[in-house]
């Protein structure tokens, strides 16, 4: 007999062992935004503590499909913090809260680029962004190694006297990895004495230094979006006929941009598990049914062709894996697009292609990880100038969101970033000196993975300006 029931998004064999463990991961997930660093690393037995309780959930529901689909309003959406009450298990469910960002104003107003960058292809553009943004650059031996206590130290005391507003990191690929980046929520959050981010960051990264060339270029002729020139696309997973959340929150940014008179097409794409699923309807909606769950999108037919390739804004939600986001393979990305700023809610969306962490085998979705290049750069190498993704475990549209929301109000790219890190950070209870994970290897369960978000792009760039709603509200 096939069991189904939706265990925080995912589906349930009761013959697959393995499976079920994946499941297990994704669902405790969300309750660990409850719980500190120190309170997530010691509870060592959550596994075998849920596995048998859900197990005989799933063999009690039979065939029934555990998960309502409903669209709500924006505004009943809880945003949460740590000291909010835990949401019920349904929003839990559904990731249908959004997290509170945290506001923390640079003391300073320079624009900083820290670089281990040494070939003239890279350095070149990144002088003529500095130049731009009348910043100054930062050269550093290896930002790969950039938590060592007396690089730390000498660079906490140049940013000192330089008094940042803004950061950019330019890592090298092989550099671009997990403890490069805590290290440097490390280093910018010890300015000042209280532990949150202290400047606006963004990431500078492209495969190729012909890439780099180009995307610095963009990134100096941006003109921010109007909202009469915006045009925006969702993109959604559904995996099975009990998980849906995922064109839940399409159907929610459809919404959200309708009250701003600004139409938003929806393409859902349907994994052969989800043959009951529910859909969207209206115009400018597309569905793609696959035939196998493990053969990805390439190309579209044309009018949702179209639709991508005029999107400016691209808002992905649903799982993913290196190479793959939404069941969209990397290589489906359009080659030529105005596509300039994307957001993508899934796992890995911004792996790096060297980890220094232990690696994965398996994925939320019950998809296999292989190394592969990373949506980020990929959508980077055709011409994207902004990317949202995560380096590994993403929680999707509850910290997506919020980011997105920033921008809409004409914030900018590091801002945002900024302020989810730092909510991030209360929201975890993570503090000064432990941002860096050492001893990975011998850890089973990373708290700092909630910390790997990744924007890529210039942190002074504002995407979009400030959208009024059709009411005359902002």
Partial sequence: MRVRCDLMGCIAWPNQYDQ???QMARAQQWSLDWMSADEINAKESIMGRFFFPI???CLLSGDALCQQFRIPDLQELPRIDRRSPRPGRDVLRNSAFILKLNEHRPAGDQYVILTDHTASGFLDPLQKLAEHRNGSIINVADLGEIY?????QSLRNRLRQLKPKFIAIAPRMESYRENMLLGVWELISSLDEDKYLDVYPGLLLASTPQSF????????HFQS???KELKPMAISQVPSNAESRSLQKAGILRNVFGSYGIPTPVLAIYTPAANAAPVIEGDLTWEIRLKEKGRFVMSFEPDPRDAIQRAQLVIMHGHGIPGMSCSIDVDGIPTTSSNQIVLSGSCFGAVPAESDFPTMTSAPGGYQVKPRQAFATRYVDRGATVFFGHMRLSSGFPHL???????????SVGQAYQELINGLIDMRGFQPGKFVVKNAGQQRRI???????????DPALIPLRPLIKMDGKK
């Fill in 20 to 22: 079920l463990l994946i």
């Fill in 55 to 57: 197990l005989l959930l």
């Fill in 148 to 152: 060592q206590t007396q690089t730390l």
């Fill in 213 to 220: 060339q180009r995307l610095i270029d963009r990134t100096i």
């Fill in 225 to 227: 979006i109007s909202q």
């Fill in 401 to 411: 969101f919020p980011v997105l929301e920033k921008w809409m109000a004409g914030k």
């Fill in 447 to 457: 708290p700092q993975n909630a910390l790997l978000y990744v924007v890529l792009g």
